[in-house]
């Protein structure tokens, strides 16, 4: 099996900055693609960022500029550094791998989600 655990999540001011860690375990031989989501109350899970094995990225137009998405291949880990905070980034954070298993197998697996809030 594979797990993926995020942390960093909380309640910020807006304009402020939070980090978001998200470290895999388990059966894994190789992780692809890696990437973050958010889904706001009454709202479609929508993509934040995504980055390749090879860190390659890509972020959803909103974030651009605020946002990077960063990956640490050697400790199965994806970070989202969140700069310049909006209430409207208020939502859910999850993040996303697709792995390849000892097994051969190829999964997309989920975490178990994050609160940001940004508020005052």
């Known amino acids: 099996q594979v797990q993926l655990v995020e942390s960093g999540g909380g309640l910020v001011q807006p304009g402020g900055s939070l980090r978001l860690s998200c470290a895999t375990s388990g059966s894994i031989s190789r992780i692809d693609a890696m990437g973050w989501y958010r889904e706001a109350p009454a709202k479609q899970r929508e993509l934040v960022a995504t980055?390749?094995?090879?860190?390659?990225?890509k972020y959803e137009d909103s974030v651009k500029g605020r946002f990077t998405i960063s990956r640490d291949n050697a400790k199965n880990t994806v970070y989202l550094q969140m700069n310049s905070l909006k209430p409207e980034d208020t939502a859910v954070y999850y993040c996303?791998?697709?792995?390849?298993?000892?097994?051969?197998?190829?999964?997309?697996?989920w975490g178990q989600g994050t609160q940001v809030t940004v508020s005052s």
């Open positions: 980055i390749t094995r090879y860190g390659t990225t």
């Open positions: 996303n791998a697709g792995v390849i298993t000892r097994t051969g197998v190829f999964g997309d697996y």
